[in-house]
């Protein structure tokens, strides 16, 4: 079955300090994964994908993601956090054949310090 | 290109009564999910329609419904409200192919009292 595992539901840095979110998957077989965004009052907009295409994927806002097999991880990264970058990030894996069928994390609120 | 409209934003029920929610996913798109965001539970999966046809579903109890119509719009209606049912649901909309993103919907907030 698959899953995936946010590691840290809240974190907190400091305004143009470095991001990392961390998401780790469990799936048997090759998975697509996905990041999203969400603010409050709002649905969920997509950050990034793997796809298989290329391991180091970049999104919109400046955020990328580095799949790794070995680790079975997919960490979302930005080199420096800005003031609107604060919201729910959310880690969601989907395997072949499954449609619109995502298994999402429990996600992870960042915090951005002035 | 509109994306994904749900209506209504906002619904307040009785336990006991019955909701139906709509969604309009993105022209073109021909596949719909639903998800319920709960701060217990999270993100979870209830149901996708591809072409009308359900085509996967979660583990959702079957006061849990839904239905799709030929312009792609769906409907979830949920029956017998419990207080439990409380929570944002959340509308997607996808193209065809795994790695085709879900786009989503600002949702429909609803609040069982």
């Known amino acids: 079955a698959q899953s995936v595992t946010q590691l840290g539901s809240h974190v907190s840095v400091s305004e143009g300090a470095l991001v990392l979110l961390r998401c780790n998957y469990s799936s048997s077989v090759p998975p697509y994964l996905f990041w999203y965004v969400q603010y409050p009052n709002q649905g969920l907009q997509l950050l990034l994908k793997y796809t298989s295409a290329a391991t180091l994927v970049k999104g919109i806002n400046g955020f990328e993601a580095e799949f790794k097999k070995s680790e079975t991880s997919f960490h979302l990264t930005k080199p420096s956090a800005h003031m609107s970058d604060a919201a729910e990030y959310f880690c969601a894996v989907r395997t072949y054949n499954q449609g619109g069928k995502l298994i999402f994390g429990q996600g992870t609120e960042l915090s951005v310090k002035p | 290109k509109a994306g994904v409209t749900q209506t209504p934003r906002y619904l307040i029920k009785t336990r006991g009564q019955q909701v139906t929610l709509s969604c309009s996913p993105i022209?073109?798109?021909?596949?719909v999910s639903w998800y319920q965001q709960t701060p217990g539970q999270g993100l979870q999966f209830l149901f996708e329609?591809?072409?009308?046809?359900?085509?996967n579903k979660g583990n959702f109890p079957g006061r849990f419904s839904g239905r799709q119509f030929s312009n792609s719009r769906s409907e979830m209606n949920v029956s017998t409200l419990e207080l439990g049912d409380s929570a944002l649901y959340l509308c997607?909309?996808?193209?065809?192919?795994?790695?085709?993103?879900?786009?989503f919907g600002n949702g429909t907030r609803l609040t069982v009292t």
């Open positions: 329609y591809f072409s009308e046809t359900q085509r």
């Open positions: 997607a909309s996808s193209g065809t192919g795994d790695n085709s993103p879900l786009h």
């Open positions: 022209s073109g798109h021909r596949s």
